[in-house]
């Protein structure tokens, strides 16, 4: 612990019977009710306690060491006793935590929990760096007491204690199980709270092994993160979603409420990001509910692409044209509830996308078409890239099923000049994602043909299969004659 946080205890048992603790914040012995020797009678008057603060004073000065462990021998034996102690977020059943993502204004247990029964103090602590994101809150506290009754529990044993304690440097609890009654089992219980988003670390210190290892002894982290559950129901459902849905493009959220919550991401309006953000936890808080899996390493599964109706990486296309493209996706296993993908030109000069939503009533009116069912259709959103504005940006979600392989979407682009042109596909990291692109090959309309010019040439494609016989024994008569069909007649660049 470094030497701001300078606040360390530790139990002096004479003959096997506590007496008391040496506390740092005050200087002097206390006894097991928070008592200074000069408060009780009793306690002041045994002599050891009067020297025990001189000698750590002396040891503090003379030899630097600003946490001591203490052993004396005064025709009885001093000891120290250190318990097999943990402690773990969990829900409120005290099942492990499983993951740390902690909604802003949610409560979680911290749960302190040991394998020995020995005489034992901690501490749970927030530095005074992390204060402002997260907070930690004792249970039941006693009105005549200093102690919060609700936070220890029976394995502790009936005389344990727990202390709150806030100065310029930390805030949290101290915890001391009973003297003689206490047993293995979960001894103390805390509630962090994330009071707002970014990540918040929690110390765990042991009083014993906090004189002899690094400071803390455990950190537990949490990644604050923006409340999903607008109604405070503690479920994640269309009620949250209507309140969401009242807020949509919002321009002027502010804190402290930002759009009461629906600007998820605190950019100060309410868009496609927020979206994202709020369909992560979809049913949050529902028996079957399971946080996403982080994928770390390793190739994705899931790849996105984009294709023409043959399902093709590499087309040709005369100048002029146009061709529908398709946004695909593969999952190979992988749960997708939503897509969010933008396709960029890789030169404008060379063609063009419409990025405008399809209009049944209106043929003349855009192509852009979102193709999964069943999806939820308040989200769709057809629009101009946000990398580039020639592009187009989709987004899609399905919230009560997962989004099916095949065609996410459609779109239509048209080839404005010759030369190879890649569209690439881009997303939002909502699920670790392959991305492949489409090369386009854009050629110029081959010049259309006199009939005089035709005729020569099928009779010059005659000639050379009548005078070959090479030719003739390997391709039929037929099979040519269609050759020259096609040569004369074909509008497809892909058969040139």
């Known amino acids: ?13 004479l003959q096997g019977i ?21 408060e009780n009678s009793l306690f002041h008057n045994n002599p050891v306690n009067r020297f025990i603060p001189r000698i750590l004073t002396f040891l503090e000065r003379h030899i630097g060491m600003r946490r001591t462990v203490l052993l004396l021998t005064v025709a009885c034996l001093w000891e120290w006793s250190a318990a097999a102690v943990f402690v773990r977020p969990c829900g409120e059943d005290l099942s492990a935590l499983t993951y740390r993502d902690i909604m802003v204004g949610k409560e979680y247990p911290l749960l302190v929990y040991a394998d020995a029964n020995d005489l034992w103090s901690g501490s749970l602590f927030i ?18 007491s200093r102690d919060w009754a609700g936070s220890h529990l029976d394995a502790a044993g009936l005389d344990a204690q727990v202390i ?35 990540t918040c670390k929690v110390d765990f210190y042991q009083h014993p092994v906090s004189w002899t290892l690094p400071d803390p002894n455990q950190s537990i982290i949490f990644e604050n993160i923006a409340n999903r559950d607008l109604n405070l129901s503690d479920v994640v459902n269309f009620q949250d979603f209507g309140l969401f849905s009242q807020y949509w493009l919002c321009q002027d959220c502010t804190e402290p ?12 309006q309410v868009g496609i990001e927020d979206v994202v953000l709020f369909a992560e936890y979809w ?37 002029g044209t146009s061709n529908t493209l398709y946004l695909t996706q593969e999952a190979d296993g992988e749960q997708t509830n939503i897509f969010s993908l933008e396709v960029n030109i890789s030169d404008p ?26 999806r939820d259709p308040w989200f769709d959103y057809y629009g101009p890239g946000y990398k580039q504005t020639e592009g187009i940006y989709m987004l899609g979600v399905s919230l009560w099923e997962p989004i099916a392989d095949g065609a996410l979407a459609s779109f239509v682009y048209t080839a404005t000049q010759p030369g190879d042109v890649i569209l690439s596909v881009m997303h939002e990291n909502i699920y670790p994602a392959r991305l492949e692109s489409i090369l386009i090959h854009q050629i110029l309309p081959p010049t259309p043909v006199s009939s005089a010019s035709a005729a020569e040439t099928v009779e010059l494609l005659e000639e050379i299969y009548d005078s070959s016989e090479e030719l003739q024994a390997s391709v039929p008569e037929q099979e040519w ?16």
């Open 127 to 144: 530095e005074d760096t992390y204060r402002d994101l997260g907070s930690l809150h004792g249970r039941d506290k006693d009105p005549n």
């Open 18 to 38: 506590s007496i008391g603790y040496y506390d740092e914040r005050f200087g002097r012995v206390m006894n097991r009710m928070g008592q200074t020797h000069s």
């Open 164 to 198: 709150a304690w806030n100065d310029s440097a930390m805030s949290g609890f101290d915890f001391y199980n009973d003297v003689t009654k206490r047993r293995p089992g979960h001894w103390f219980i805390v509630d962090y709270r994330a009071d707002k988003p970014g």
């Open 283 to 319: 049913l949050w808080g529902t028996p079957n509910w399971q946080r996403a899996p982080q994928i770390i390493a390793g190739e994705p599964n899931l790849v996105y692409a984009i294709r023409d109706a043959n399902d093709v990486p590499e087309i040709t296309m005369f100048v």
């Open 1 to 13: 612990m470094t030497n701001k946080l300078n606040k360390k205890y530790f139990f002096i048992n």
């Open 481 to 496: 004659n269609s050759f020259i069909d096609s040569v004369t007649g074909t509008d497809d660049p892909n058969q040139l």
């Open 257 to 268: 409420s930002w759009c009461n919550g629906a600007d998820m991401d605190q950019n100060g």
């Open 349 to 374: 000069n060379y063609g063009m996308i419409d990025n405008t939503e399809i209009d049944p009533n209106n043929p003349a009116g855009g192509t852009a078409h979102i193709l999964i069912s069943p």
